[in-house]
């Protein structure tokens, strides 16, 4: 089965149908259905964060369980917390954040090229082995 790492713009966009990115995620990912989602251990970190604060707790927690119950998680380990680390530093000349840095190295380690979502940080990543979509 073919896999689609899910940045964080992605999974708000799946699950908040007031996000502008909602439908168009939505009808990707019914055309592309047999590709698995692949969550990154920092992608589900900003994601919970970032619902806790602009939704609710009982939100975060329930949407957490749901993504690590259907989706295949990720955790990164020491090496793939220092290569990221080391790939913040490398790249200080754009405004990547620690996650961004993570799918770049997560997406390499795993073999996975495909990023699903709409970061324009990612877009800045293709020259390096990542392709966006949708």
């Known amino acids: 089965m073919p896999k689609i790492i899910a940045d964080t713009s992605a999974l708000i966009a799946i699950f ?3 996000e502008k990115h909602h439908q168009s995620v939505i009808a990707y990912l019914q055309s592309n259905s047999a590709k698995e989602i692949v969550i990154i251990e920092t992608v589900f970190i ?28 990720i955790p990164m380990d020491d090496a793939d917390h220092l290569n990221t680390w080391n790939t913040f530093q ?4 754009k405004e990547w954040s620690y996650t961004d840095c993570s799918i770049l190295v997560m997406a390499n380690k795993l073999k996975i090229p495909t990023v699903l979502g709409f970061d324009q940080h990612l877009h800045q990543m293709i020259g390096l082995g990542i392709i966006t979509e949708p």
């Open 16 to 18: 908040f149908k007031s």
């Open 90 to 93: 490398k790249y200080d000349d």
């Open 46 to 73: 900003e994601f919970v964060t970032w619902t806790r604060a602009r939704v609710s707790i009982t939100a975060s927690i329930e949407l957490g369980q749901l993504i690590r119950a259907e989706h295949d998680y």
